[in-house]
């Protein structure tokens, strides 16, 4: 039973390009949380999603920052016009369903040059 | 604003000692979940206890939760460098979002 996946591992971004980070949930989880892990910081949340629905997004940034997950496919964490402060791990967490016990992805590792 | 305090922040120790990680909130929460975290990899998840004063073991490790729910520790047994590695502990936010409010993580070192 595959885990989650995420990728890319590694993205590099100049200052004021897109990323976008791809998450897979583990077979049979319909819920998708995203955290954020800053260098020398613990991890944070971001935001949870269920398919096609937006549940709770208080730990996303006002601006720049967009997730979805469709019906089908991958969640999409989005940063539009990125600068060197949003360089972190993202990591992408599923359940089955609502709870906090939820399984982890190897993060996508973002640095902006 | 609901916070976890680990203690300690690095902890290293010689092969075959014993250690105690804590985890404090003033808040209380309905489950506390462990995590070990490895270099350039994401969580794992070793754990979850839900009730108060609730003790588990996972082998060497034993996990417990305050009484009042607004505790942890970690406990290892003669560790192993194969326990090095950075552990955390995770809370459910307030809401019942599924949000989880992590600590800021205990680096353990086990030296051989």
């Known amino acids: 039973n595959a885990g989650v996946m995420q990728n890319p591992r590694h993205l590099v971004r100049r200052r004021g390009q897109e990323a976008r980070l791809r998450c897979s949930p583990m077979?049979?989880?319909?819920?998708v949380y995203w955290y954020r892990q800053l260098p020398e910081e613990g991890l944070k949340f971001m935001v949870y999603?269920?398919?096609?629905?937006?549940?709770?997004e208080s730990g996303m940034p006002k601006e720049r920052f967009s997730a979805e997950f469709p019906k089908e496919g991958p969640s999409i964490l989005r940063i539009q016009q990125v600068v060197r402060g949003d360089s972190a791990a993202y990591f992408c967490a599923s359940s089955p369903r609502q709870t906090y016990e939820q399984y982890f992805g190897p993060g996508t590792r973002l640095t902006v040059t | 604003t609901q916070l976890l305090e680990q203690s300690p922040q690095f902890l290293s120790i010689q092969e075959g000692e014993n250690l105690t990680v804590y985890c404090n909130s003033s808040?209380?929460?309905?489950?506390l979940q462990w995590y070990r975290q490895e270099p350039g990899e994401g969580p794992v998840l070793l754990v979850t206890v839900v009730t108060g004063g609730e003790v588990k073991k996972l082998k060497r490790l034993t996990f417990q939760f305050g009484d009042a729910r607004k505790d942890s520790s970690l406990h290892i047994t003669a560790a192993q460098p194969g326990d090095t590695g950075l552990y955390l502990c995770a809370g459910g936010g307030s809401g019942n979002t599924g949000k989880l409010i992590f600590g800021q993580g205990t680096t353990l070192q086990v030296k051989p």
């Open positions: 999603l269920q398919k096609e629905n937006i549940i709770d």
């Open positions: 077979k049979g989880h319909s819920h």
């Open positions: 808040s209380v929460f309905s489950s």
